[in-house]
């Protein structure tokens, strides 16, 4: 009650002057607004502000797609493939029903647009700034003191306790001024913690923000040189009319954020011998989704033993106080890293023995079908790029690709005695606090099973008429991949068509511009109810089997 008391004279003493009541009440009125503003935001679940977000960047790119014009008159996308496409985009899943070719150097651009702030980082990067809100500052003109109005109780008093031993100014400060009582020391002592929590969060966003930056412009130069400097490649882009600057930044955009668009119609098909190329992309695939982790906690270590800032030291110390879900612990990263790896090393040894000398190889050299073998399954996880038609590979390949497709970017081999360390304190908890909806929640396969049978119930007319095309195995392929935002299909070919039509050109689209609208939307829900997955992976726990 003290602290209230002290915080109300200090007040009273700055609005006092009848020359600063004004500009009192005017910062104290806006401070209620913004105050208001961060409650709501906060109280909101997660799962619908990031619905909204992406439903709202998904019409904000159809219209700008629809706006700009297509790169020649003589064919422009029906609305619902630009629509698919925009989601697509937004969503980073990749999945195409219109070649990409037929979008112009604008259209490009906003697609990059879209790529770039609907990818994980970026979003992640969003959400630790509306985190940071949970920590209003207000500091005194006068007196230099500064409040925080939500006062954060998360850390734990080890964790204060180790902050005071770093021996910051504000430690000092409560050192030197004497409380009162214990009651004003505890309020002190909270401020401080969340003072230095507070900071450690600004840190953490700068280095989000600088892990960002570095990886897309370094990554854009380095792509861009290669493609300067190989002949291969820069008539590949010259014949297709497309600007190196453009093919730079869009595809290491999408690379980074797993969403696998590339500019032209072959994906990396047409670049399958261009090894440099491919090699320049793989650590992008890697450090924007399933290294994430890994490497950001590498990076803020690094940084911590350069600069000695505390807040570094913070974050690392108190990775789960600090509200951004991909910073992991060090065994934690160490064993996501070796599973990364391991399961990259299982579907090379897989991918070489069945398709080393299969049609989709013919033409390239050992080396070249090694990269690209490489550059194949570094890709099956979730970014979809390809170097060889899915169609023409074996099914058992398929398979792994499908399982690695549904597979969390973060899934890792954690010891049972490590899963019991960190999630059995709150298990009681979180079963006795589960709401009726939770209970009535499916698990992940129970919806994709869903999926896959309204896709089948709108395209059965096809499934009849063109099985070889249609058949479940290359839907399930679709609905997985849309689900992983993967982008991987199978595509559509006229020569596999049991009554041909002359009308039928084959072209680089994915197998879903052959659906129906209603199958399109259907992809649509998948494609959102994927990037949202995260939020439902503990779905399905109230069925009991047995």
């Known amino acids: 009650m003290r602290s209230f008391v002290c915080f109300g004279r200090k007040l009273e003493s700055f609005c006092g002057d009848s020359r600063t009541k004004g500009a009192c009440f005017k910062q104290s009125y806006h401070g209620v607004i913004s105050s208001s503003s961060r409650f709501l935001l906060l109280k909101l679940n997660p799962f619908w502000v990031q619905l909204a977000y992406f439903i709202v960047l998904s019409l904000i790119g159809y219209g700008a797609l629809n706006i700009a014009k297509p790169k020649t008159d003589s064919f422009r996308p029906k609305n619902i493939d630009v629509f698919f496409t925009s989601v697509s985009a937004a969503t980073v899943s990749s999945m195409s029903t219109v070649e990409m070719e037929v979008f112009s ?51 734990t008093s080890k964790s204060i306790t180790h902050q005071i031993e770093f021996g910051t ?41 600088g892990y960002l930056l570095v990886v897309h412009i370094g990554g854009s130069s380095l792509v861009s040189m290669y493609v300067s400097l190989v002949p291969s490649a820069r008539n590949i882009l010259k014949t297709k009319a497309i600007q190196i600057k453009t093919f730079s930044i869009f595809t290491v955009v999408s690379t980074f954020a797993n969403c696998g668009f590339v500019p032209t119609n072959e994906n990396m098909i047409i670049f399958k011998k261009n090894s440099g190329l491919l090699l320049l992309l793989i650590p992008q695939i890697l450090l924007g989704n399933t290294l994430y982790p890994a490497c950001l906690r590498v990076l803020i270590w ?46 090379l040894i897989l991918f070489c023995s069945m398709e080393w000398n299969s049609e989709a190889m013919d033409g390239l050299s050992s080396y070249q ?16 790029e390809s170097i060889v038609d899915l169609s023409t590979i074996s099914s058992a390949i398929l398979v792994l690709f499908v399982v690695m497709m549904y597979l969390p970017p973060y899934t890792s081999l954690l010891p049972t005695t490590y899963q019991e360390k960190n999630s059995g304190k709150g298990q009681a908890s979180e079963n006795h606090g589960r709401s009726i909806l939770e209970c009535l929640l499916f698990s992940q396969l129970s919806y994709l099973a869903i999926f896959i049978i309204l896709i089948c119930i709108t395209e059965r007319e096809k499934i009849k008429e063109d099985p070889l095309n249609f058949n479940v195995l290359s839907i399930a392929i679709e609905v997985i991949s849309a689900y992983g935002n993967v982008g991987f299909s199978t595509g559509y070919s006229c020569k596999r068509q049991v009554k041909p039509e002359s009308s039928c050109i084959d072209t680089w689209a994915g197998f879903v511009g052959r659906w129906s609208n209603m199958g399109k939307l259907i992809l649509v829900v998948v494609m959102f109810f994927g990037r949202l997955k995260k939020f439902h992976m503990k779905g399905g726990k109230a069925w009991k089997l047995s």
């Open 302 to 347: 690094l940084l911590e033993k350069i600069t000695k800032r505390v807040e570094l030291g913070c974050i690392l110390k108190n990775y789960k106080e600090m509200g951004y879900s991909h910073l992991l612990s060090g065994v934690h990263c160490s064993l996501l890293a070796a599973t990364v790896f391991g399961f990259i090393l299982v579907q």
């Open 105 to 155: 150097n604008t259209q490009l651009i906003i697609m990059t647009t879209l790529m770039l702030i609907g990818g994980e980082v970026f979003v992640s990067m969003l959400g630790l700034l509306l985190a940071r809100s949970r920590f209003p500052k207000k500091q005194h003109p006068e007196n230099n003191i500064t409040f925080f109005s939500i006062p954060n109780n998360s850390l």
């Open 369 to 384: 079908k090694f990269v690209g073998s490489l550059f194949e399954v570094v890709n099956s996880r979730h970014t979809g």
């Open 169 to 209: 100014d504000s430690c000092s400060t409560v050192e030197n001024d004497k409380p009162d009582s214990d009651l004003e020391s505890d309020t002190k002592l909270s401020s401080m913690t969340d003072s230095l929590q507070y900071s450690a969060s600004r840190y953490l966003c700068y280095v989000v923000l």
